[in-house]
């Protein structure tokens, strides 16, 4: 039995400003109405699987538990409390697919690659399940499509059955490097996906990297449930080393095999790429969203609140939201990631979060703000609650737009229907909660000398959230 692993903790800053670190691009939308993290879930059904084990980071945990509802309400969710690359989290579903069949295959899948041809995607993943290669660690490589300096590459050797026996990993080379890779044909991008017996893996991993195995089998031993959530010992899985599954392991065993995996595959790593994967017009501009352009050529728009207007433009990118504005040069986005480096060194929020963000009990909006004032659109799910809180610094004045609010001020509830309001005074305890069965929307008014998230004293939270989430 295959028991499928995909890996949901990156932050993906190269996508910056859609990407943020509170939504990452494995939970965005960014190739057709469902996100990443769905579509590399829909792929498996061509294959006999087990249901998939998620492992993501603790921020992240209800956005990917709501997205998997649509998907597959059965898949676990592990939560790592730290990023620790790729090893120990593999390390992790070894140990838990072993836990369920000792005979277990383990598929590891990164959560935001794009694979167009999901067909092939099973071809491959069975080819390396065949008997002559059931008992090697198999990576699966891409034949390069061009020199491409973003991405790994695996040096191949002999042919094994349907595989290709790995002579070499390469790290992300220079271009004149890439362009011999590319025609020599001895070389494969690295896609980052494996198949390996569990047990097979340990056993690497157990020969080559020993200190990581035994924090994660320590962390195994003491792994507990919460609500819908896997959690590990945090001060134990913080003395797990750091390492990845290439350099831990494939580079260093004598059974790495990689078979050929031509799929229309690519990991979006850059505004570049995801330009190259979307539809172009004559003048190979791709453009997403409300986008009027006039003599411009080979630009990425991409307009997700306002109309973008570009005139006499090429080899741009544009992107925009609610709260920020990219245009970089479409030769240079790798550099995006420094400029969110800059962002975190000026302490910009919006590193962090969009405009809108997103919460286990439904959303809220950041309209509008300014000295002593903000002003949110707040909608909550049917059936959800918000904690019981308090403010030691601001009041909220709360308009009920459409739905019903069951509202609990200090000894009182009560219910506020549309078109009425209440108010909560500062240091009030407060709670609201949606009793209806369609979504409730707000206006909330908030007033104060200090209006940051962190004013929030939670007494109680059916989500098991703590004050800073």
């Excluded at 020199?147 to 790995?166: L, M």
């Amino acid at each position: 039995m295959i028991y499928p692993v995909v890996l949901a903790g990156g932050n993906g800053t190269r996508l910056w400003p859609l990407s943020r670190s509170a939504f990452p691009k494995q939970l965005l939308p960014l190739m057709g109405e469902q996100t990443m993290l769905q579509q590399t879930l829909n792929r498996l059904q061509g294959l006999n699987c087990a249901h998939p084990l998620i492992i993501c980071n603790q921020a992240h945990r209800f956005i990917v538990a709501e997205q998997l509802r649509a998907n597959d309400k059965k898949a676990r969710i592990l939560l790592e409390p730290q990023g620790k690359n790729t090893a120990p989290a593999v390390a992790l579903a070894a140990l838990m697919a072993m836990e369920q069949d000792p005979e277990a295959h383990i598929l590891v899948l990164a959560a935001d690659h794009l694979v167009r041809d999901n067909k092939g995607f099973c071809d491959a993943v069975r080819a390396g399940l065949s008997p002559d290669v059931a008992d090697k660690l198999v990576t699966f490589g891409v034949t390069p499509e061009y020199a491409e300096t973003g991405y790994g590459y695996i040096k191949t050797g002999e042919s094994i059955g349907p595989a290709k026996r790995v002579a070499q990993f390469v790290e992300k080379p220079d271009q004149n490097t890439a362009n011999h890779y590319v025609e020599s044909g001895d070389y494969y991008w690295n896609s980052g996906i494996f198949l390996m017996k569990a047990q097979r893996f340990l056993n690497e991993l157990k020969r080559h990297a020993p200190d990581i195995l035994s924090v994660c089998q320590a962390c195994f031993d003491q792994k507990y449930v919460d609500l819908d959530f896997i959690r590990l010992p945090e001060d134990l899985f913080a003395s797990c080393r750091a390492d990845s599954v290439d350099y831990a392991v494939m580079e260093k065993t004598s059974d790495a095999v990689t078979v050929a995996m031509d799929v229309g595959w690519s990991d979006l790593g850059s505004w570049q790429a995801l330009w190259q994967n979307t539809e172009q017009d004559e003048a190979n501009n791709a453009a997403i969203g409300d986008v009027i352009k006039v003599q411009s050529e080979g630009c990425y728009f991409n307009a997700q609140d306002k109309l973008i207007a570009a005139v006499g433009v090429k080899d741009l990118v544009v992107v925009e939201t609610k709260d920020a504005v990219l245009v970089a040069d479409k030769n240079r986005v790798q550099e995006v990631k420094d400029l969110v480096d800059c962002l975190k060194h000026n302490d910009r929020p919006e590193v962090v979060f969009h405009r809108e963000v997103y919460r286990p009990w439904g959303m809220y909006d950041s309209i509008d703000n300014g000295e002593r004032y903000q002003v949110k659109h707040i909608s909550v799910k049917p059936g959800e609650k918000l904690s019981i809180q308090m403010h030691h610094h601001r009041a909220e004045h709360w308009i009920v737009v459409s739905g019903t609010a069951k509202v609990t001020v200090g000894e009182k509830t009560f219910l506020v229907t549309e078109n009425e309001s209440t108010y909560i005074p500062i240091g009030e305890l407060h709670a609201l909660e949606n009793p209806g069965k369609v979504p409730l929307e707000m206006i909330e008014v908030q007033s104060g000398s200090y209006l940051g998230e962190d004013d929030i004293v939670r007494f109680e939270d059916r989500y098991g959230r703590s004050s800073n989430e």
